[in-house]
């Protein structure tokens, strides 16, 4: 009989590196607990709903647009796009950019510079956040706490609502 766990470890891999400024740059793909733990307190994320799949690496080496070029094609193409100021790629409703740290059982995110930044203003918001909160993410909780962040733009979307926009 194959235990869950024997499953889970399936579908972890290391996905890909890169050099960047003279360090490697490893990028793994719902990596084992051992894996996140070995990357150190604070790591970035790249979260994808659609295909359920988790990109991590440490949050020092590269940021989320460094790990875009180096391998975007992995990346779901799906959902609501808003293009922010000064960022080279624009942010899809089924992916989520964030930062996390180390907070004694596991990863914690505390930021995402993508997310924070969008207006309220912004036509597409209302759209974006309707969205990005119609995927189911509680998967993602098994590698990095996130949910508990994402109740913050259900706020967002709900003063969105109220103005009127």
């Not at 009989?1 to 050099?19: C, G, R, T, V």
């Not at 959902?79 to 960022?87: A, F, K, P």
């Not at 994402?150 to 709900?158: A, D, H, I, M, T």
Request: aromatic content about 14%.
């Amino acid at each position: 009989m194959i235990k869950a766990s024997h499953i889970n470890n399936l579908l972890e891999e290391y996905h890909d590196s890169f050099q960047q400024f003279g360090k490697y740059v490893e990028v793994f793909k719902n990596p084992s607990k051992k894996e996140l733990k070995d990357l150190g307190q604070e790591i970035r994320f790249i979260a994808d709903a659609v295909a359920k799949t988790i990109y991590v690496w440490e949050a020092i080496l590269a940021t989320h647009n460094d790990v875009y070029r180096e391998i975007s094609d992995d990346f779901s193409k799906g959902g609501v796009t808003i293009h922010l100021d000064g960022e080279e790629e624009p942010l899809r409703s089924c992916l989520i950019e964030g930062i996390a740290k180390w907070r004694g059982q596991g990863y914690e995110m505390f930021e995402s510079h993508g997310l924070d930044n969008i207006s309220t203003s912004e036509r597409k918001a209302k759209k974006f956040f309707e969205d990005l909160l119609s995927y189911e993410w509680s998967w993602a909780d098994h590698f990095v706490k996130i949910t508990h962040y994402l109740e913050k733009f259900e706020e967002v979307l709900n003063y969105i609502k109220e103005k009127g926009d």
